[in-house]
């Protein structure tokens, strides 16, 4: 998305923490600050210095189901980290903030997921998502801040970090595969997910600024293309052609079995063009991923908070 921007002129400022991120990820032309959306002073002083018109926050520590056991540090950075940002930003008449909520939100609510649904989020990655939307809607409301909310699905392709064992399916697979692992799939890989081709919602979120009709609204964004676990795995050892490898099934996770987001909404407020097939989105990923060389040895173990019901593996 900071590509996006920077092609299309604008002076884009990236702050990240490289927590998940790293530097090759940055665009050429654009200015890059290491820190956190936790330390406010340092935030303070961007805002002042900066004057920004918008306000694109993606940060986050997105690995859903590890987000039982690292509850109170989920909440500082994905929720805290967020409200220092909207402080900030009611306080400096940002013309729109843009965040990145998640379908997390809506918990295992039966699909298909249309954003007037009622949402109880089953879990603290999808509570402190929806606490930032509620935060973002109080904001309008107090202050006048407009937001336009994504709530995106199973995102994937070029540039993902494909070294976290707690999230991205995809770049499990691929990690997993490469180093010659065991392929870990949770229950019987029979939940299916809509899979989301990263370069086919990034321009239309870049843009969305320009659209102040979507101000002040909710939207899902994503692919409609159901596949199951099984099946992906069968897909992305085929493009990398891999011959031999052995599958470990674990212990099924509590998440839905089934999800599928509603793309109606989207569609009336925003160009909705591109549905890059998700076999055509594996294959780009994966030459990036052998042309790049990202591939790492796993992260060590995150410092778990609440070492009980972990995953099976973790
Ligand atoms: N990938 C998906 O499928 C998906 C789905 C729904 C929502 N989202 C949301 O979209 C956003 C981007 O997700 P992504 O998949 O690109 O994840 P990502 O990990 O690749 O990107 C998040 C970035 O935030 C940075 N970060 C984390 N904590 C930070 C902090 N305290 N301060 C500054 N930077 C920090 C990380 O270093 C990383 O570069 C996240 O908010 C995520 O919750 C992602």
């Not at 109170?72 to 940002?85: A, D």
């Amino acid at each position: 998305m900071a590509e996006d921007l920077v092609n299309k002129g604008y002076t884009v400022i990236i702050l990240d923490d490289l927590s998940g991120g790293v530097l090759e990820n940055i665009p050429k032309g654009a200015k890059f600050i290491e820190g956190s959306v936790n330390d406010y002073e340092l935030l303070k002083k961007l805002f002042d210095k900066e004057k920004f018109d918008y306000v694109y926050h993606l940060a986050a520590y997105a690995a859903e189901s590890l987000s039982h056991n690292i509850r109170r540090f989920n909440y500082e950075n994905n929720l805290i980290g967020s409200v220092n940002l909207i402080n900030l930003s009611i306080i400096h008449k940002i013309k729109c903030f843009v965040f990145t909520s998640s379908v997390a939100v809506y918990g295992h609510k039966k699909p298909p997921l249309k954003e007037n649904s009622v949402t109880i989020p089953t879990d603290p990655y999808g509570i402190a998502k929806y606490a930032v939307e509620l935060d973002l809607h109080s904001a309008y409301r107090n202050f006048g801040l407009n937001s336009i909310i994504f709530r995106p699905h199973n995102v994937f392709g070029e540039r993902q970090n494909i070294n976290d064992k707690y999230r991205n399916v995809i770049g499990i697979f691929i990690n997993q595969l490469l180093n010659g692992k065991p392929i870990t799939i949770f229950g019987d890989g029979e939940q299916s997910r809509a899979f989301t081709y990263i370069k086919d919602i990034s321009s239309i979120m870049a843009d969305s600024v320009l659209n102040p009709k979507a101000y002040n609204k909710v939207f899902n964004i994503g692919g409609t293309e159901n596949l199951t676990v099984n099946a992906l795995l069968d897909m992305t050892v085929e493009l990398m052609n891999i011959s031999s490898y052995e599958k470990k099934y674990l212990k099924v996770r509590n998440e839905a079995k089934h999800n599928l987001a509603s793309d109606e909404l989207i569609k009336r407020y925003f160009n909705v063009e591109n549905h890059t097939p998700i076999k055509v989105g594996l294959q780009k990923m994966i030459e990036w991923v052998y042309a790049s060389n990202r591939v790492k040895k796993e992260l060590p173990l995150k410092d778990v908070e609440v070492p009980i019901n972990l995953p099976e593996g973790w």
